[in-house]
């Protein structure tokens, strides 16, 4: 086997943050699908973006509330137009404080990346 020099390939690290009590429920892919509901208005529509069973959606997102304590979103039943879905209010603060944690995480991570692993 040819060994590959070492300037033809980059090194690299990932980082997955998870915030929890006691079971790691809430992490990149829960913020992403908080995200999505946000923008779009709709748990469906986030799922199908996510290719994401509806039922699965809420089975994890039932979990996330357990372990935290507090409701992250709402679905409120609609007429002809179908229904939606929001974050509560303690959901859109606690997803705010996790992706400007992670963002702050990730920073620090890479820093100290190049600190161990320069280029």
Known sequence: MEEIKKEERTLKYHLKLRV???ERNFGPGMASLMKLVRE?????AACQELNMAYSKAWKI??????DLGFSLMEGRRGGENGG??????????FLNQYLAFAEEAEAAVEEL??????K
Do not use: M, Q, W
């Open 20 to 22: 929890y009590y006691d």
């Open 40 to 44: 779009r208005g709709s748990l469906s």
């Open 61 to 66: 997102i039932n979990r996330a509330e357990e």
């Open 84 to 93: 939606t879905t929001v974050l509560t209010e303690e959901g859109e603060k």
């Open 113 to 118: 990346f190049y600190k161990y692993f320069p």
